[in-house]
């Protein structure tokens, strides 16, 4: 049966070239297909389908979270019409509650992935405000913060996650490991399905 993939990690951890390897890896037997989050946060140039930038989160929303100052929510049927489809949903959770929440209601339907890259310094937030046009130190500094807090959060709790992802290599060294997670993923899916040879 397909699964639900979730996919967490820092800014600027690798999370949108993990869901294009992901989505690249489709043949007969995985079909993934990113879902996008509903989000009070303004569009950014570097968005690639993983949000819906709205004023209100939808009532019709099961997941609701908050991160820097901005709401995101997640819909169960949009998640249950594409398992249903025979895909796999991608989703893409900076929270760790809502990994927490969506693993709890979705029980063994749900594969959580972590990409970690490097620790947070304030030098790379830095680069990436630039990359962003954001100037104002006191966000970059704020955001920096909430990284460090939010990556002490990411090690406390690694044991929500099926995957650990290290992307601090070469491209390559990514691909491998998401080619990786998706044989073991069209295994358990393929599992009822298999011939037992004796």
Same mark, same amino acid.
């Given at each position: 049966?397909?699964?639900?993939?979730?996919?967490?990690?820092?800014?600027?951890?690798?999370?949108?070239?993990?869901?294009?390897?992901?989505?690249?890896?489709?043949?007969?037997?995985?079909?993934?297909?990113?879902?996008?989050?509903?989000?009070?946060?303004?569009?950014?140039?570097?968005?690639?389908?993983?949000?819906?930038?709205?004023?209100?989160?939808?009532?019709?929303?099961?997941?609701?979270?908050?991160? +820097?100052? +901005?709401?995101?929510?997640?819909?169960?049927?949009?998640?249950?019409?594409?398992?249903?489809?025979?895909?796999?949903?991608?989703?893409?959770? +900076?929270?760790?509650?809502?990994?927490?929440?969506?693993?709890?209601?979705? +029980?063994?339907?749900?594969?959580?992935?972590?990409?970690?890259?490097?620790?947070?310094?304030? !030098?790379?937030?830095?680069?990436?405000?630039?990359?962003?046009?954001?100037? #104002?130190?006191?966000?970059?500094?704020?955001?920096?913060?909430?990284?460090?807090?939010?990556?002490?959060?990411?090690?406390?709790?690694?044991?929500?996650?099926?995957?650990?992802?290290?992307?601090?290599?070469?491209?390559?060294?990514?691909?491998?490991?998401?080619?990786?997670?998706?044989?073991?993923?069209? !295994?358990?899916? #393929?599992?009822?399905?298999?011939?037992?040879?004796?």
């Amino acid at each position: 049966m397909p699964h639900l993939i979730t996919l967490t990690g820092a800014s600027g951890s690798g999370k949108s070239t993990v869901v294009k390897y992901l989505l690249a890896k489709a043949d007969s037997s995985f079909k993934p297909k990113l879902i996008p989050k509903y989000t009070t946060r303004s569009p950014r140039k570097d968005d690639s389908g993983e949000v819906i930038c709205i004023s209100e989160i939808p009532d019709e929303c099961d997941i609701v979270y908050e991160q +820097n100052e +901005n709401r995101y929510g997640i819909k169960f049927k949009d998640v249950y019409e594409i398992i249903s489809s025979g895909a796999c949903p991608i989703v893409i959770l +900076n929270d760790v509650r809502a990994v927490e929440d969506v693993r709890s209601a979705l +029980n063994g339907l749900v594969r959580s992935i972590f990409i970690f890259r490097t620790r947070p310094t304030f !030098q790379h937030y830095q680069q990436l405000a630039r990359s962003r046009r954001v100037e #104002n130190v006191e966000d970059i500094e704020r955001r920096f913060r909430k990284a460090q807090a939010i990556y002490r959060i990411y090690i406390e709790n690694i044991y929500l996650f099926d995957h650990v992802i290290i992307n601090s290599g070469s491209r390559k060294d990514l691909k491998v490991q998401v080619r990786q997670i998706t044989k073991g993923l069209k !295994q358990v899916m #393929n599992w009822p399905l298999c011939e037992v040879r004796k």
